[in-house]
């Protein structure tokens, strides 16, 4: 474990499978926040080791959003000691109900010691966070945004130019259209977005960060899939092709390891 006086404060982005996972670490001068889990025990494992590897401080876990990719790590983390979990109003409600309709969702071999008991992996929420609450890390003061789109209630995070938007932003492959997606809501989503102030890049749930024009092109291809869904007969061809591929990522690199954004 790294000793707490030697920690540096900053952003960190810790990629893992399944699913190529982004977790965020924000490290300041008193607490450390982990934004999203994992799919279960193991790969929450892991990420908490990369993070012991860069700061002893007591850790805070924020889930932006209620997928088994995101939040079913949870209940390792807090048999590890972790005691603070935050999330949204709406994660707090339905987080139950999510457990019970994806846990056969998760891959069986990353995650073989996952509860039969989906209830096993509700964590109760400590503090309900939504738009314009602040988490102070002492010295590190973090933002809190809710939009929705990507499902219900997604929370986004911002520190400083960085913004942490969970899945309301995917590079390295087309975004997710679950049951719970709101096309046209999430495109305005990612419009009200860009008229943050002071923003420079974008730390996405999976791939790479990202620059404002980025954000802007999924805006408007995530337009055309809502259009095209509202009119079939008159929608863009190319970006439904584009958007309508199976759930996979592109090949990562450095998986498991800590890298320093800002």
């Not at 450390?32 to 012991?52: M, W, Y």
């Not at 983390?77 to 339905?94: K, N, P, V, W, Y």
């Not at 998986?255 to 954004?261: F, V, Y």
Request: proline share 6%; charged share 20%; glycine share 8%.
């Amino acid at each position: 474990m790294t000793d707490s006086s030697a920690q540096q404060t900053g952003i960190y982005v810790i990629t893992t499978d399944p699913a190529a996972l982004n977790s965020y670490l924000v490290v300041g001068t008193d607490k450390a926040l982990l934004v999203d889990t994992g799919s279960g025990p193991r790969q929450s494992q892991r990420i908490l080791t990369a993070v012991r590897g860069i700061t002893g401080l007591p850790i805070a876990v924020v889930n932006t959003h209620d997928h088994w990719d995101h939040f079913f790590g949870n209940a390792h983390l807090r048999s590890e000691g972790i005691e603070d979990f935050f999330a949204s109003e709406r994660f707090a409600q339905d987080q139950a109900a999510s457990a019970w309709l994806q846990l056969a969702e998760v891959p069986a071999a990353d995650e073989p010691e996952l509860p039969a008991d989906p209830t096993e992996l509700v964590v109760k929420t400590t503090r309900i966070i939504g738009r314009g609450d602040t988490i102070d890390l002492g010295g590190t003061e973090v933002t809190v945004h809710e939009y929705c789109g990507h499902t219900e209630s997604d929370l986004v995070l911002q520190v400083a130019d960085a913004l942490i938007v969970g899945d309301l932003i995917e590079e390295g492959a087309p975004p997710q259209f679950g049951d719970d997606a709101l096309p046209s809501a999430w495109a305005q989503s990612l419009r009200e977005i860009l008229t943050i102030d002071g923003l420079s890049v974008f730390c996405p749930g999976h791939g790479q960060p990202v620059d404002r024009a980025f954000v802007q092109t999924q805006a408007d291809d995530i337009a055309a899939v809502a259009a095209q869904l509202a009119d079939p007969e008159g929608g863009d061809a190319e970006v439904s092709t584009r958007q309508a591929q199976p759930f996979m990522y592109l090949p990562t690199t450095g998986i498991g390891e800590a890298k320093r954004i800002r």
